[in-house]
C-alpha cells in the first residue's frame, strides 16, 4: 500500500506543481526579448551616446510596434485578461511609458520637450526617439498581495537616423503603483550615460 | 429526458461553433461612425501600394503545450493550453490581408468626405506591420478512479493593427509625411457584435471565432479614423486649406481620459467666451497630448485636421483673448481659459 501511496503523493505534487513548470503558467519567464523584429542597424548595451546631463531634449514618440500581445495581464483567478495596475493604461501602455520617461527625464535635470507626431519636429534641440517595441505586464497573485512583473523592449535613438539601440527592461513591484514609472526609471538608468 | 438534454446541449455546442463567415476587410473594418467632412481638399488620394509585412509566427503559430500522463487503470490526467494563438488564416476572406486592406482604405478615404477625388493626386503606400487577433486558453481534466474533474478556460481575446503610411505626391515622388498608426482592442463583452455566452458547465467562450474576428475588426475600425485625420494633416500641410487670418468662432478643447480612448469636449464661443456645449465622446485622431491635459483640438471648424502652421496660427489668434500657448507639447497648445 505505501508504494501506491507514495506514488499518488508524487502524482498530486506533480499536477499541483504543474502551473508553476509549464512556461505560460510562469509568465514571468516567457521570452519576449527575442521576438522583436525590427531593424537594429547599431545595437548597444550599454545605451546612446549623444546625450549629456543637464540637455534640452525633445523626447519623440516614435511609436509602439508590438509584436505580441501587450497591455494586459492574465488573470488566471478572474479568468481574463485585465489591466494589471490602476494606473494601467489598457490600449496605450507605449505611450503610458513614453508619458513616464518625460517625468522621469524632468527630474533628473533635463529639460524635455514632448513630440507625438514626429514629422513637426524641432531641430534646435536634441532629440531623443523612443519606440516601445514589445511590452508585456503581468499581475502574479500571491497569498499577501500582488506581485506585478513587466518586461519592455524599447528601441531609443538620438536624433541621427540608422542609430537605434535596443534596450531591455525589467521591473518587479509588489504593489499597485505606477508600473510605468518603474520601467521608465529602469530604462533612463541603461540609455543614458 | 436527460440523455435529450445532452444531446441538445450537444447539438447547441456543435452549432455554435460553425466557422464564421471569413472577415471581408473591405467591409467589416469600415468604421460605421467615420467622420464625415463637409469641404473636402482638392485633392485625390490612390492607394499605390499595400504591403503585408506581418512577421511569419502572426501569421502561423499557435502556441500550443501540453503535459498529460497515465497511471494504467487509474488515472490520466492532462494539462494543455494554447496563447498566444493568432486568428487562423482561413477566417481571413481569400483575397488575402494586404488586397482587403487596399480596398478599405480606398472606400475609407472614398466616403469620408475629406478628398474630392480631384485636383492634386497623391500616392498613399501601406505596410501592415501588425494585424492579428489572439487569443489564449487552458484546460486541465482528470479521469480517476471514482470521479472526473474538467476545467476549462478562454481568456478575452485581443486584437492589434500597426500599419506604417507614407504619403507621396505623385507627380515628384516627395514624401510628404510618414506615421504609424497603432490600435489595440480588447475584447469587451458589452461590445454589440461580440458574445460573452459560454459553453455550459466550463468558463470557455462561444463564439470563439467571431469574437477573435470581432476583436480584429474593431481594431482596423478604430485605426481607419486615425488614418483619415493623419491623411488629413499631411495633406494639409501640402499647402491645402485656407490660410488663418481670423480667430475663427469657434474653437473646441478637449482632455484625454486616462485611458486615451475618450475624451471631454468643450467647444467654445470665440467673442464671448461661452461653453456652447460640453460631452464626453470617443477621442478618435492622433494622440497629440497626455490624459488630462486641457488643449486647443488642432481640428478647424469644417472638420479637418490642422497643418502645424494653421494651427500654430490659429492659437497665435486665440491667444490675444484665451491663456493659450505652447509650454512643452510641441504638438498641441494649453488652454487655461479667458485673459483676465
Same mark, same amino acid.
Given at each position: 500500500?505505501?508504494?501506491?501511496?507514495?506514488?499518488?503523493?508524487?502524482?498530486?505534487?506533480?499536477?499541483?506543481?504543474?502551473?508553476?513548470?509549464?512556461?505560460?503558467?510562469?509568465?514571468?519567464?516567457?521570452?519576449?526579448?527575442?521576438?522583436?523584429?525590427?531593424?537594429?542597424?547599431?545595437?548597444?548595451?550599454?545605451?546612446?551616446?549623444?546625450?549629456?546631463?543637464?540637455?534640452?531634449?525633445? %523626447?519623440?514618440?516614435?511609436?509602439?510596434?508590438?509584436?505580441?500581445?501587450?497591455?494586459?495581464?492574465?488573470?488566471?483567478?478572474?479568468?481574463?485578461?485585465?489591466?494589471?495596475?490602476?494606473?494601467?493604461?489598457?490600449?496605450?501602455?507605449?505611450?503610458?511609458? &513614453?508619458?513616464?520617461?518625460?517625468?522621469?527625464?524632468?527630474?533628473?535635470?533635463?529639460?524635455?520637450?514632448?513630440? &507625438?507626431?514626429?514629422?513637426?519636429?524641432?531641430?534646435?534641440?536634441?532629440? %531623443?526617439?523612443?519606440?516601445?517595441?514589445?511590452?508585456?505586464?503581468?499581475?502574479?497573485?500571491?497569498?499577501?498581495?500582488?506581485?506585478?512583473?513587466?518586461?519592455?523592449?524599447?528601441?531609443?535613438?538620438?536624433?541621427?537616423?540608422?542609430?537605434?539601440?535596443?534596450?531591455?527592461?525589467?521591473?518587479?513591484?509588489?504593489?499597485?503603483?505606477?508600473?510605468?514609472?518603474?520601467?521608465?526609471?529602469?530604462?533612463?538608468?541603461?540609455?543614458?550615460? | 429526458?436527460?440523455?435529450?438534454?445532452?444531446?441538445?446541449?450537444?447539438?447547441?455546442?456543435? +452549432?455554435?461553433?460553425?466557422?464564421?463567415?471569413?472577415? /471581408?476587410?473591405?467591409?467589416?473594418?469600415?468604421?460605421?461612425?467615420?467622420?464625415?467632412?463637409? *469641404?473636402?481638399? @482638392?485633392?485625390?488620394?490612390?492607394?499605390?501600394? =499595400?504591403?503585408?509585412?506581418?512577421?511569419?509566427?502572426?501569421?502561423?503559430?499557435?502556441?500550443?503545450?501540453?503535459?498529460?500522463?497515465?497511471?494504467?487503470?487509474?488515472?490520466?490526467?492532462?494539462?494543455?493550453?494554447?496563447?498566444?494563438?493568432?486568428?487562423?488564416?482561413?477566417?481571413?476572406?481569400?483575397?488575402?490581408?494586404?488586397?482587403?486592406?487596399?480596398?478599405?482604405?480606398?472606400?475609407?478615404?472614398?466616403?469620408?468626405?475629406?478628398?474630392? +477625388?480631384?485636383?492634386?493626386?497623391?500616392?498613399?503606400?501601406?505596410?501592415?506591420?501588425?494585424?492579428?487577433? =489572439?487569443?489564449?486558453?487552458?484546460?486541465?481534466?482528470?479521469?480517476?478512479? +471514482?470521479?472526473?474533474?474538467?476545467?476549462?478556460?478562454?481568456?478575452?481575446?485581443?486584437?492589434?493593427?500597426?500599419?506604417?503610411?507614407?504619403?507621396?505626391?505623385?507627380?515628384?515622388?516627395?514624401?510628404?509625411?510618414?506615421?504609424?498608426?497603432?490600435?489595440?482592442?480588447?475584447?469587451?463583452?458589452?461590445?454589440?457584435?461580440?458574445?460573452?455566452?459560454? @459553453?455550459?458547465?466550463?468558463?470557455?467562450?462561444?463564439? *470563439?471565432?467571431?469574437?477573435?474576428?470581432?476583436?480584429?475588426?474593431?481594431?482596423?475600425?478604430?485605426?481607419?479614423?486615425?488614418?483619415?485625420?493623419?491623411?488629413?494633416?499631411?495633406?494639409?500641410?501640402?499647402?491645402?486649406? @485656407?490660410?488663418?487670418?481670423?480667430?475663427?468662432?469657434?474653437?473646441?478643447?478637449?482632455?484625454?481620459?486616462?485611458?486615451?480612448?475618450?475624451?471631454?469636449?468643450?467647444?467654445?464661443?470665440?467673442?464671448?467666451?461661452?461653453?456652447?456645449?460640453?460631452?464626453?465622446?470617443?477621442?478618435?485622431?492622433?494622440?497629440?497630448?497626455? $490624459?488630462?491635459?486641457?488643449?486647443?483640438? $488642432?481640428?478647424?471648424?469644417?472638420?479637418?485636421?490642422?497643418?502645424?502652421? /494653421?494651427?500654430?496660427?490659429?492659437?497665435?489668434?486665440?491667444?490675444?483673448?484665451?491663456?493659450?500657448?505652447?509650454?512643452?507639447?510641441?504638438?498641441?497648445?494649453?488652454?487655461?481659459?479667458?485673459?483676465?
Amino acid at each position: 500500500m505505501r508504494p501506491v501511496a507514495g506514488l499518488l503523493y508524487v502524482l498530486c505534487l506533480c499536477g499541483c506543481s504543474t502551473p508553476y513548470l509549464l512556461p505560460h503558467h510562469r509568465p514571468e519567464t516567457r521570452d519576449v526579448e527575442g521576438a522583436g523584429t525590427s531593424a537594429v542597424t547599431n545595437r548597444s548595451a550599454s545605451g546612446i551616446s549623444g546625450i549629456t546631463k543637464g540637455d534640452a531634449l525633445i %523626447l519623440v514618440f516614435a511609436g509602439e510596434s508590438v509584436t505580441q500581445p501587450f497591455g494586459g495581464c492574465l488573470d488566471y483567478e478572474r479568468k481574463k485578461i485585465v489591466a494589471p495596475a490602476s494606473s494601467y493604461s489598457m490600449s496605450r501602455p507605449g505611450l503610458a511609458l &513614453y508619458e513616464k520617461t518625460v517625468d522621469a527625464l524632468r527630474s533628473r535635470g533635463y529639460s524635455v520637450d514632448r513630440l &507625438y507626431l514626429p514629422q513637426t519636429g524641432q531641430a534646435a534641440k536634441k532629440q %531623443l526617439f523612443l519606440n516601445v517595441e514589445e511590452m508585456e505586464v503581468y499581475r502574479i497573485h500571491k497569498k499577501k498581495g500582488d506581485r506585478i512583473v513587466s518586461k519592455a523592449i524599447v528601441l531609443c535613438r538620438t536624433g541621427r537616423e540608422g542609430e537605434w539601440s535596443r534596450q531591455r527592461v525589467r521591473v518587479d513591484i509588489s504593489a499597485e503603483n505606477d508600473v510605468f514609472a518603474a520601467l521608465a526609471e529602469a530604462l533612463l538608468s541603461q540609455i543614458l550615460l | 429526458m436527460k440523455r435529450l438534454a445532452l444531446l441538445m446541449v450537444w447539438a447547441c455546442l456543435a +452549432g455554435c461553433n460553425t466557422p464564421p463567415a471569413p472577415l /471581408q476587410l473591405a467591409r467589416d473594418g469600415f468604421p460605421e461612425n467615420l467622420e464625415i467632412t463637409k *469641404e473636402p481638399y @482638392a485633392c485625390n488620394i490612390t492607394v499605390a501600394e =499595400v504591403i503585408d509585412a506581418r512577421p511569419t509566427g502572426e501569421v502561423l503559430e499557435a502556441d500550443h503545450y501540453e503535459l498529460r500522463y497515465l497511471v494504467p487503470l487509474f488515472l490520466y490526467n492532462q494539462w494543455s493550453g494554447a496563447g498566444p494563438t493568432y486568428m487562423d488564416r482561413t477566417l481571413y476572406a481569400t483575397q488575402g490581408v494586404a488586397q482587403g486592406t487596399s480596398a478599405l482604405i480606398q472606400r475609407v478615404l472614398d466616403e469620408s468626405g475629406a478628398f474630392s +477625388g480631384k485636383g492634386k493626386e497623391y500616392d498613399l503606400h501601406v505596410r501592415i506591420n501588425h494585424l492579428y487577433g =489572439v487569443s489564449y486558453t487552458k484546460d486541465f481534466w482528470i479521469i480517476g478512479f +471514482g470521479g472526473a474533474g474538467l476545467e476549462a478556460y478562454d481568456f478575452f481575446p485581443c486584437g492589434h493593427v500597426e500599419l506604417a503610411v507614407t504619403l507621396k505626391d505623385k507627380q515628384t515622388g516627395a514624401v510628404l509625411g510618414e506615421q504609424t498608426l497603432t490600435r489595440s482592442f480588447l475584447f469587451n463583452p458589452e461590445q454589440p457584435g461580440l458574445s460573452c455566452a459560454l @459553453a455550459p458547465g466550463t468558463v470557455r467562450l462561444l463564439y *470563439e471565432d467571431e469574437n477573435i474576428q470581432g476583436v480584429v475588426k474593431f481594431a482596423v475600425r478604430e485605426v481607419m479614423k486615425d488614418l483619415v485625420k493623419t491623411l488629413d494633416r499631411m495633406v494639409a500641410s501640402d499647402g491645402h486649406g @485656407a490660410d488663418v487670418t481670423t480667430p475663427p468662432a469657434t474653437f473646441r478643447v478637449i482632455r484625454l481620459t486616462d485611458e486615451y480612448d475618450f475624451c471631454e469636449e468643450m467647444r467654445v464661443e470665440y467673442a464671448t467666451g461661452s461653453i456652447l456645449t460640453n460631452a464626453v465622446r470617443k477621442y478618435n485622431a492622433p494622440i497629440v497630448s497626455r $490624459p488630462g491635459e486641457w488643449i486647443v483640438l $488642432p481640428e478647424g471648424e469644417n472638420g479637418h485636421w490642422l497643418a502645424p502652421a /494653421q494651427y500654430r496660427k490659429t492659437v497665435e489668434l486665440l491667444s490675444a483673448k484665451y491663456k493659450v500657448g505652447f509650454a512643452d507639447n510641441l504638438d498641441a497648445a494649453y488652454f487655461k481659459g479667458l485673459k483676465d
